[in-house]
């Protein structure tokens, strides 16, 4: 295939959003959406299906698009499943996978299976090192942002003794696995390193063990449920060291948890703030979604924004089956709302990262770094 680029202007006719479901339109494109919306995931993906609900919304070209949802349920078995039932049900071009990394890696053989593309917003970097060319990601590899996160730690913060912990998800293994190798490499080798279960209640034994470890900086990733209650029981036990957390966090779902002051110290890395509306592009957009689904949007609900966008538009330009779809995506060059968007060859299509601060005033966030392709590999 010819590489192509394409610019859209992703936020036009986003005043104009259909007032009907989409799956109730006639549709020319099969796009199912098959995410979370159940279980202890259900806030990210009830994010991601709204961003690929808003851009289904807001097809090209006139494009028309049935884009139904079906819940995965946040288990590997109900997302295969949840896939293989949308998939069977009739041909697609592409689906929205979920956000979860457990449940993405149950998906992947069943899209190889189908032969059709999967748009993914989850970090967990084996995803795009599994051989499956059905696999495009739209939010940066953990092998990429994680050295967002750590050099953030270590040359921003002067960070000496970090206390790294992680839950026990695959996401949450995947991208503390890779912490622990990055500090060790910058020089600066956490002074304690442990996981929670992903539904911890009590996290008074892990914060005693951070308490006595003398840490300076308290490191966290994972997902929204556990990481929330950390901060919370960390924050009322006194400890008021800086918190730098993974993207989970940054979610509006996720800081609405808290009162503003209890995020004072706390910062996160994340490929966009949307919330922020930090260019006239991206505020249009947010005010959009905000407007359609009454809260505020947050880097999931952008990045499956974006990926479904994409795809649209090089189906638009002439794509018409999955695994044209597929060479498109590996070969088109797509100027989104958050970012440009290019494969690397393996299907990560992003490769911007930011860090966000909160000062204790808002909920909303500040950028206080930003992170190329270049800054987030190690010399």
Not at 73 to 86: E, M, Q, R, V
Request: hydrophobic fraction near 45%; aromatic fraction near 6%; glycine fraction near 6%.
């Amino acid at each position: 295939m010819v590489k192509h680029s394409i610019s859209t202007s992703a936020v036009v006719g986003l005043g104009l959003l259909a007032a009907v479901p989409v799956a109730a339109r006639a549709a020319d494109v099969y796009l199912p959406i098959v995410v979370p919306v159940t279980g202890f995931m259900s806030v990210a993906g009830g994010s991601q299906r709204n961003g690929a609900v808003m851009a289904a919304q807001n097809a090209p070209s006139g494009l028309k698009v049935e884009a139904p949802v079906f819940d995965t349920g946040t288990s590997a078995s109900g997302a295969a499943t949840a896939l293989d039932k949308a998939l069977s049900d009739k041909p697609a071009l592409a689906a929205s996978a979920s956000v979860f990394g457990t449940e993405t890696v149950a998906m992947v053989p069943v899209s190889a299976d189908y032969k059709v593309p999967l748009l993914t917003i989850s970090g967990l970097s084996k995803l795009t090192e599994s051989g499956n060319k059905y696999v495009f990601r739209f939010l940066p590899n953990d092998r990429e942002i994680k050295v967002a996160h750590a050099r953030y730690v270590v040359d921003t913060l002067k960070a000496k003794k970090i206390a790294l912990i992680g839950d026990t998800t695959a996401y949450g293994q995947g991208g503390y696995n890779l912490l622990k190798e990055i500090f060790e490499k910058l020089g600066d080798k956490p002074v304690l390193a442990e996981s929670v279960e992903p539904d911890a209640k009590d996290m008074s034994a892990v914060i005693a063990k951070i308490k006595d470890a003398g840490a300076d900086v308290l490191v966290i990733h994972g997902v929204d449920q556990p990481m929330a209650l950390l901060m919370k029981q960390s924050r009322a036990a006194g400890l008021n060291i800086p918190i730098v957390d993974s993207s989970s966090i940054v979610e509006p779902t996720a800081t609405a948890l808290f009162e503003p002051t209890e995020l004072k110290n706390t910062c996160a890395e994340t490929a966009s703030a949307p919330e922020t509306r930090p260019t006239p592009e991206i505020a249009a957009w947010a005010d959009a979604y905000k407007k359609q689904f009454n809260e505020e949007p947050d880097s999931l609900a952008l990045g499956q924004y974006d990926a479904v966008m994409m795809t649209m538009s090089v189906i638009a330009a002439g794509a018409k089956t999955a695994d044209e779809v597929a060479n498109a995506l590996n070969t088109t060059t797509y100027k989104g709302v958050a970012m440009t968007y290019k494969s690397n060859g393996k299907g990560d299509m992003s490769h911007n990262a930011e860090i966000v601060c909160w000062d204790g005033t808002s909920r909303i966030p500040k950028v206080v770094a930003t992170y190329s392709d270049a800054d987030m590999i190690l010399k």
